[in-house]
């Protein structure tokens, strides 16, 4: 039986209606149209559908949307505001640091997760945080090199 509720996304409130088990990938991509959220592996361990809740990273594709009721999420297209890139998207575009583009939405959220929690973070920290995110394309260098050149901005 659907249930209308209310998700905050980007400090935007959206009221849908679910299924309880409607995962939150699903709503966001589907329901909301925030395409920036892939659906990748749909198991939980290739960061695809990264997002994150009240800060921390989450695989959506895990996550009941019911269980995001009265949580702050954000998706990538959060990170652009007024027209103007996020230093981490603009980073990973003057570094190169993505080919294909899928896993870049769930890379950049991760890193953000990573520089807000330690704003200094080495590169095995960086390494470290972005475990749970899987590139075929670039090797991952880029990425750190993105990240490691606005640490502490």
Same mark, same amino acid.
């Given at each position: 039986?659907?249930?209308?509720?209310? @998700?905050?996304?980007?400090?935007?409130?959206?009221?849908?209606?679910?299924?309880?088990?409607? !995962? @939150?990938?699903?709503? %966001? *991509?589907?329901?909301?149209?925030?395409?920036?959220?892939?659906?990748?592996?749909?198991?939980?361990?290739?960061?695809?559908?990264? /997002?994150? &809740?009240?800060?921390?990273?989450?695989?959506?594709?895990?996550?009941?949307?019911?269980? =995001? #009721?009265?949580?702050? %999420?954000?998706? #990538?297209?959060?990170? !652009?505001?007024?027209?103007?890139?996020?230093?981490?998207?603009?980073?990973?575009?003057?570094?190169?640091?993505?080919?294909?583009?899928?896993?870049?939405?769930?890379? /950049? &959220?991760?890193?953000? =997760?990573? !520089?807000?929690? +330690?704003?200094?973070?080495?590169?095995?920290? %960086? *390494?470290?945080? @972005? +475990?749970?995110?899987?590139? *075929?394309?670039?090797?991952?260098?880029?990425? /750190?090199?993105? %990240?490691?050149?606005? =640490?502490?901005?």
């Amino acid at each position: 039986m659907k249930r209308k509720i209310v @998700l905050n996304i980007n400090d935007e409130d959206y009221e849908v209606e679910v299924e309880p088990n409607r !995962l @939150l990938v699903d709503v %966001i *991509r589907d329901d909301i149209g925030l395409t920036g959220t892939k659906k990748g592996c749909e198991i939980g361990v290739c960061g695809a559908c990264t /997002v994150l &809740l009240d800060g921390k990273v989450v695989s959506s594709c895990l996550m009941l949307a019911v269980y =995001a #009721i009265g949580k702050k %999420i954000t998706t #990538i297209e959060g990170l !652009l505001k007024n027209g103007e890139l996020h230093p981490l998207q603009k980073a990973f575009v003057d570094y190169g640091s993505f080919q294909c583009g899928f896993c870049t939405p769930g890379m /950049v &959220l991760a890193s953000k =997760a990573i !520089l807000d929690e +330690n704003s200094h973070p080495s590169e095995h920290e %960086i *390494r470290e945080g @972005l +475990n749970g995110n899987l590139c *075929r394309c670039t090797g991952y260098a880029k990425v /750190v090199e993105a %990240i490691q050149a606005i =640490a502490g901005k």
